[in-house]
């Protein structure tokens, strides 16, 4: 059994949920909602993205980063 987990502040980016059951959320829409909630520039959207959101969770082992359509794309998801 998997349970997903979501990004709060983010559902506007999930795109789809994968045949695992795993949210799948598009990096550059993340990054949209920062720039455009918080008042962010790009860069630092990437940037706060990529610490504070993508390596922690790699660093957990609850993500899963890929590629289509030269657009960024993740599965966040917990194993029990």
Same mark, same amino acid.
């Given at each position: ?17 994968? $045949? ?29 993205? $990529? ?30």
């Amino acid at each position: 059994d998997k349970d997903i987990i979501t990004i709060d502040g983010f559902d506007d980016a999930v795109v789809g949920i994968s $045949e695992n059951h795993q949210l799948i959320y598009d990096f550059d829409e993340m990054v949209e909602v920062l720039v455009n909630r918080d008042g962010m520039t790009h860069d630092g959207a990437v940037e706060f993205i $990529e610490y504070n959101i993508t390596n922690v969770l790699k660093v957990q082992e609850y993500i899963n980063n890929f590629k289509e359509n030269q657009v960024e794309y993740f599965n966040i998801f917990l194993d029990n």
